[in-house]
């Protein structure tokens, strides 16, 4: 690896280099002592890392000479480096000193006198010009290469802008693996009002990792970030100083990759690549569409818009983005609440080229000054750190966002009062549900069966009978039903606390969940299933088991609803089969999602899921581990089998109580008892009577070691399955829907 002085261009470059051998190294450059390429001179840095010289890439036909800094030693014969002590600069001449090929410019603002020029080669990698006699060991060196990288960027290194020397330090790949000319990527910072990384080809974007948050950036938060009035920048600092790890932008593809050195087998090793998807590439859904890579399709527009070009969208060209469905009011609007805003969460903040940024504002703040602005789209907190603060606006369409199931930002986008509706919870696969008053000041939640519902007659009938027949603690209570014409209602005791998921999904309400209410939400849930498979009159298979159909009561209780698709036993039967597989992606037992075959055991792998969800905070859909392309299960299992189980926990729970504050032994029961449930085979997963005592025993309680889980690696379990075309998911507290899906037989 090294950074390269390209000949005839003054720019200083970065490459990764195969080890040759060197003949003669050298500790400093100075005006008596140049480096010659003929002797085989080498610069090395004092602790041996890194090393300069002259070398040719590629095959051995290609004659042209560079000057480079790599981890491992090379060689060849031809020019020389040296140090002008006149104009205070490095120059590469040729071999007969007659052609001055490569000047540097110092750029330190220092007139002091300089007495004693020398270059050497930092530990860091760093090629620098200074006086030797310079004993204040500053930094402000003459000349460094760090100021002009090429295509790789080391620790230490600054990707961004300079006001004050007018520098832009970015980085371009190679035009060929032999050529180190600039090729066509570029990586590095557009300064606006609120500066992004982008990497571009040619003038065109790619790649965009989006706005600093005060954390990270909301699509990639691994650099840290300066921005100032006299600099703008990414840096990145390496934990373990013995690690060696570099980022490379590559020479023919549209990867930038961070490398790690394997000591043992003296090779570069892959630790990351950006872009890692199809989400990843700039504006893949267009406007106001987000992207998640483990969804099928990709692209979903945003509530209250639609595609702009259905026909386009169906064949998987989303490019076009999404257009309102109805339009913002007239601006200033005639009457107040004429318009509002609707939260996002888990995104990666959209392209902030047309923004606006104020460091101080508190998000009230920051809604008003969007309202009072007919061009404002959007607003958001710039720092999400504590309580959140400072205000970022949007005048644009709404451009390249990416869900994430965890980790993403929070956006509020303009819309009108009539996609706001103020008494709506939420929406499912039965259609929206509504917060109502009785006549006796009863609250009450009333679901309205859609027309365009994936669940019809008779799932409404089948909830109706199912729920007046059932009374248990942990059971949602019905209270009445209405069918008039076309309008079919269910009205339930109101939950105040809505549903589960939008509690451990939402990273600020999930730290209301500390691990004794997780474990209680746990234990009530399988106390509710074990009374719908056992102790009910009934024997009933939920069939639909998720975080969205579990809701919570004042106290955080949970109470299991929507059995619009349950399937009633009688006697000892407990299974059946199906040609109409109906469900929640992501929940649903492997033997049900490929062969229609349901028993108490398909709840049990919902109920599992549902465990490592609460555990976690994770969803399993859209949760995706870049290692081995595991999926929330997969993830577990293996967290499991390398002993580090407990790492699975919800880091939110490390901001409400210690370690030790936690009944870690209880937690890693649920972890062990969770991954029992989703084992591959329904005849290996314990009933939920087993369960319940599973997570009741103590530490006496022995528990046999789970087998290998159920789609633990795919990210798409029915893709080979065709989804229903009415199928989405909308943002709002119950935000998975129940699907029916043809089974191919």
Known sequence: MGFLFQFPFAVVHVFLLLPCSSTAVLDAVTPTQPLIDSDGQTLVSKDGTFEL???????????????????????????????????RSLVIVSSNKSVTLWSSN????????????????????????????????????????????????????KLGWDSKSGLNRGLTSWKSPDDPSTGDFRWGIQVQNNPEEFMWKGSERFHRSGPWNGLGRSGAPELRFVWNEDEVYYQYELKNKSLISIVVMNQTSYLRQRLAWNEGSQSWGLYASVPRDRCDNYATCGAYATCMVSESPICECMKGFKSKSPEMWEMAEWSQGCVREKPLPECPPRQNNAEGFVRYSELKLPDATHSWV?????????????????????????????????????????????????GGQEIYIRMPASELDSNKLGEGGFGPVYKGVMADGQEVAVKR????????????????????????????????????????????????????????FDKGRSRLLDWGKRFDIICGIARGLLYLHQDSRLRIIHRDLKASNVLLDRELKPKISDFGLARIFGGDNSEGNTKRVVGTYGYMAPEYAADGLFSVKSDVFSFGI????????????????????????????????????????????????????????????????????????????????TVVVMLGGGDSC???????????????????????SSSKVESSSTNELSFTLPEGR
Not at 53 to 81: C, E, H, K, M, V
Not at 135 to 147: A, I, P, V, Y
């Open 610 to 689: 549902l465990v490592l969800e609460i555990i976690s905070g994770k969803k399993s859909r859209g949760f995706y581990h870049s290692d081995e392309s595991l999926n929330l299960i997969g993830y577990a299992w293996r967290m499991w089998n390398e002993g580090k189980a407990l790492e699975l926990m919800d880091s939110a729970l490390d901001d409400q109580e210690s370690p030790s504050a936690r009944n870690l032994s209880q937690a890693m029961r649920c972890i062990h008892t969770g991954l029992l449930c989703v084992q591959h085979y329904a005849e290996d997963r314990p009933s939920m009577a």
């Open 702 to 724: 022995a528990l046999p070691p789970p087998k290998e889980p159920g789609f633990f690696k795919d990210k798409e379990p029915f893709n080979m399955m065709v989804y229903s």
């Open 449 to 504: 069966l859609s027309s365009d519902s994936g669940q019809g007659l008779k799932e409404f009938k089948t909830e109706v009978i199912l729920i007046s027949k059932l009374q248990h603690r942990n059971l949602v209570k019905l209270l009445g039903c209405c069918i008039q014409g076309d309008e079919k209602m269910l009205i339930y005791e109101y939950m105040p606390h809505r549903s589960l998921d939008s509690f451990i």
């Open 53 to 87: 010289g002259f070398f040719t890439p590629g095959p051995s036909s290609n004659r042209n000479r560079y000057l480079g800094i790599w981890y491992s030693p090379a060689t060849d014969s031809g020019s020389s480096l040296s140090v002008d002590t006149g104009n």
């Open 358 to 406: 104020n460091k101080t504002m508190s998000l009230g703040e920051c809604r008003n000054k969007c309202l009072q602005n007919c061009s404002c789209t959007a607003y958001a907190n710039t720092d999400i750190r504590g309580a959140g603060s400072g205000c970022s606006i949007w005048f644009a369409d709404l451009i390249d966002m990416k869900m994430f199931s965890t």
């Open 106 to 157: 110092a750029t330190a603002s220092s007139n002091h006198l300089v007495t004693s020029l020398v270059a050497e080669l930092l530990n860091t990698g760093n090629l620098v010009l200074r006086d030797q006699n310079d004993t204040s060991n500053s930094e402000e060196f003459l000349w460094q290469s760090f100021d002009y990288p090429c295509d790789t960027l080391l620790p230490g290194m």
